[in-house]
């Protein structure tokens, strides 16, 4: 499986815009790239998804590289209610089963 | 129903003991999947089921671990002879298409605990 690596933790304050990045250097041409955040207690909440083109949707915006082998999730004013673990995940469109899920990034919003 | 629904929220069990854990997915939605999630891990995929048929049952850890759905809707997962390591928070996930192209839409989980 192709797998992501993020950073374990990242900070912002209130209203400003977020970038959270994303590597998948072993992307394969029929993988999707997928964000989903959790908060405690709770499942994966769906955020937004990409195969090549950037993304915009009403929770946040998704830009992917040239190359595919990154890619960025951008919250445009970050909330105290986007404090959650955020995941970058591969979904390969010829094996659309099994996803692997890393170990996210947490993100700290301070007021 | 709006969401996925999973029952129950909580369970507590004695090793050696069966569970069931239900899933209720998106009503329409045609992939099913189970993944679950230790103590501050990430999700660890089991099963996959497009309609009632299980295409990728590899993440299933051992034959005590076992899985259906009927009707194209609802699905167990069944845990036979637990034991300790069984413990984790099992969640359900459903789509409304089998590729990749559609999100997953998952449920609050059972946070299944052995003693």
């Known amino acids: 499986d192709a797998k992501t690596t993020q950073p374990n933790s990242m900070e912002s304050n209130e209203e400003e815009p977020v970038h959270l990045p994303c590597n998948h250097s072993?992307?394969?041409?029929?993988?999707?790239i997928h964000w989903y955040r959790q908060l405690p207690s709770q499942g994966p909440e769906y955020v937004i998804h990409g195969l090549t083109s950037n993304v915009n949707n009403r929770m946040a915006s998704l830009a992917i590289a040239e190359d595919r082998k990154s890619s960025t999730l951008i919250l445009h004013r970050a909330t105290l209610r986007d404090a959650a673990v955020y995941y970058c995940?591969?979904?390969?469109?010829?094996?659309?089963?099994?996803?692997?899920f890393g170990d996210g990034t947490t993100l700290t919003v301070k007021p | 129903g709006a969401g996925v629904s999973q029952s129950p929220s909580n369970k507590v069990t004695e090793k050696g003991k069966d569970v069931e854990l239900r899933c209720d997915p998106i009503?329409?939605?045609?992939?099913l999947y189970w993944y679950r999630q230790s103590l501050g891990q990430g999700l660890e995929f089991l099963i996959y089921f497009q309609g009632n048929s299980a295409p990728d049952k590899s993440g299933l850890p051992s034959d005590r671990f076992s899985a259906e759905r009927t009707g194209g809707s609802v699905s167990t997962l069944t845990i036979q002879r637990t034991q300790q390591e069984d413990s984790a928070v099992y969640l359900c996930?459903?789509?409304?298409?089998?590729?990749?192209?559609?999100?997953?839409?998952f449920g609050s989980g059972t946070r299944l605990t052995v003693v």
């Open positions: 072993t992307i394969s041409g029929t993988d999707y």
């Open positions: 995940i591969l979904r390969d469109n010829t094996n659309a089963g099994k996803s692997t």
């Open positions: 996930a459903s789509s409304s298409g089998p590729g990749a192209d559609y999100g997953y839409t």
């Open positions: 009503s329409g939605h045609t992939a």
